[in-house]
C-alpha cells in the first residue's frame, strides 16, 4: 500500500502543476482579453487550462487505477490456498502413518505431522488444574503429568524460581480454532512450524504443558531460554519428567520451530536420557 501512497501524491503533484500552469495561461490571457485573442469556454476558463487539467486528470485516473489492479492482482494471490502436495491434507501437511483413537496410558505416544490421533479422542485420567498456577482457566491435565509438574513447581519456588502453566490439554475443537486462526492471520507456511494442524497435537494427549512466567509477561516467546525461568527449567525438567519437546535446530525432525516453553511428560527414565543427550522424542523412538 505504500506504492500506492506513492502514486497518489505523485498525481497529486502533478494536477497542482497543471493548475499552476493554468493560473499562469489564465493571467497571460487575461492580459489578451481586450484583443480578443484568448479562446474560453462557457464558464469563462481559458481553454488552455481546461485541456492541461483534462490530461492531467487522465494521468492522475490511469496511474491510480494500474497501481489499484496491481494491488488488487496481489492481494487475490496471497488469498489463493496453498498447493496441497500429492499424499498431503490442506495447508501441505502430510497424511497420517497412523491414527490413534483412544489413550492406552502409554507415556511415549507420539503425536507429530504423521502420527495422529482421532477427533473424538479424549485423555484418561484428566485432573482440573490449580487457577491460581494458571494464566488460564478450566484447564485439564493428565494425572502423573500435573503431579510432576507440582513437585517441579515447588522446588523451583524454593529456589526463587516462579512460573506459571499457559496450556495443557486442548480438545480436537480447541485445536482447530487456534490452527485456523494463525493460518488466516499468517499465513499457512508460518503456522505449520508454530501450530499443530487439528488431532497432530501433542497437547490433545493431555501430556503436554506450555510454561510462561511474569518476566516474560505471561507470553510465549524463544526468549523464554534467555530468563532465569526458562533456563531452570531447561537443567531440571527431566528430573520431574519432562522434556523440551521442541528443540533449537531440530525443525527438520520434530517439523516445529525451537519451543523452550513447551514441555512434554514421558517419565523421569526417558526425561533424562533424551534431555541429556540432546535427543528429540523422535530420535528417541526411532522414528526420527
Not at 10 to 22: Q, R, V
Not at 208 to 213: G, H, I, M, R, Y
Not at 215 to 230: H, T
Amino acid at each position: 500500500m505504500k506504492d500506492l501512497r506513492k502514486t497518489i501524491i505523485l498525481c497529486c503533484a502533478i494536477m497542482a502543476l497543471a493548475l499552476c500552469s493554468c493560473s499562469t495561461n489564465a493571467q497571460t490571457e487575461a492580459s489578451s482579453e481586450s484583443t480578443g485573442g484568448a479562446e474560453k469556454s462557457a464558464e469563462g476558463v481559458p481553454a488552455s487550462c481546461l485541456k492541461e487539467l483534462f490530461y492531467a486528470a487522465a494521468s492522475v485516473r490511469e496511474s491510480a487505477m494500474e497501481e489499484i489492479e496491481e494491488r488488487v492482482a496481489e492481494y487475490e494471490e496471497q488469498q489463493k490456498e496453498p498447493a496441497v502436495p500429492t499424499g498431503s491434507t490442506a495447508y501441505g501437511i502430510p497424511e497420517p502413518l497412523d491414527t490413534l483413537t483412544s489413550d492406552n496410558g502409554n507415556l511415549l505416544v507420539l503425536v507429530n505431522k504423521q502420527h495422529a490421533v482421532s477427533a473424538d479422542y479424549v485423555p484418561t485420567d484428566m485432573v482440573p488444574v490449580d487457577g491460581s498456577l494458571s494464566t488460564n482457566q478450566g484447564l485439564y491435565f493428565k494425572r502423573e503429568a500435573y503431579d510432576a509438574y507440582l513437585r517441579m513447581l515447588e522446588d523451583a519456588k524454593n529456589e526463587g524460581i516462579n512460573f506459571m502453566i499457559c496450556s495443557t490439554y486442548r480438545s480436537y475443537d480447541t485445536q482447530v480454532s487456534i490452527y485456523h486462526n494463525y493460518v488466516a492471520t499468517y499465513g499457512a507456511e508460518w503456522a505449520n512450524l508454530r501450530s499443530a494442524y487439528p488431532g497432530r497435537s501433542e497437547h490433545h494427549t493431555g501430556w503436554a504443558v506450555d510454561v510462561t512466567s511474569k518476566s516474560m509477561n505471561y507470553g510465549l516467546s524463544q526468549d523464554f531460554i534467555n530468563y532465569p525461568e526458562g533456563q531452570w527449567i531447561n537443567d531440571h525438567c527431566s528430573e520431574y519428567g519432562f522434556i523440551v519437546r521442541y528443540l533449537k535446530d531440530k525443525t527438520d525432525i520434530t517439523g516445529y520451530a525451537y519451543e523452550p516453553w513447551h514441555l512434554r511428560y514421558v517419565g523421569v527414565e526417558a526425561a533424562q536420557e533424551i534431555m541429556s543427550q540432546g535427543l528429540t522424542l523422535e530420535e528417541y523412538l526411532g522414528k526420527a
